[in-house]
């Protein structure tokens, strides 16, 4: 059968069975890629959603890629029995001195950050890069720093240094126990 001889009314329907069949294999990859990121992301897919519309999952493709060129290492048993020492006396500085506990707090997570691997640079970028393998914990990391700064105008009470400890403390543990992981690709 020569195709030059096919009904043209044949020809459109295969076109348009082609075309489904693309729409609906795009949508089905689409879907996935989401689904792998809310469940990598978890409540950071919502925040990225909220703040960067119809390019939130872009956004967290590129912070993804950004993090796994990153050194991240687990730490040593010195290294992890220094850090918990030092929190320890963070923990213990409170009680006399709620401002400069939460300071030294920061300044301790941000060293642990740094000898994890994380590269140290402003702020939102620290949150965007400890959000790719820590999700859970990063808006905690977002109010503690948020205290933080508030403290530094005068606009915080010895309740919030105190809930900037608590945040503080659950990137810190999550930083200090969580091993470095084969990142997974969304």
Known sequence: MNPSNIDP???????????????IAWSVLRKRRTEALQHRFGPEYNRALRDKGDRAEAELLQRQKRVE???????????RERFVTDWRVVQSRF???PQGAV???DQL????????GYPMSDFEQRAA???VDHPRVVDNYRAAHEIALRHERGQATTEDLRN???????????L?????EAREVA
């Open 69 to 79: 060129k990153f050194p991240i290492r687990e730490l040593s048993a010195a290294e």
């Open 129 to 131: 890069d400890i959000s």
């Open 103 to 105: 300071r030294d707090a």
């Open 95 to 97: 009680v006399d001195d």
């Open 109 to 116: 997570v941000v060293r642990l950050m740094q000898t994890r």
């Open 176 to 180: 200090l126990s969580k091993p470095a």
């Open 9 to 23: 009314k044949v020809w459109i329907f295969i076109a348009v069975i082609v075309v489904a069949v693309i729409v």
């Open 164 to 174: 900037a400890i608590i945040y503080y403390r659950s990137l810190f543990d999550e």
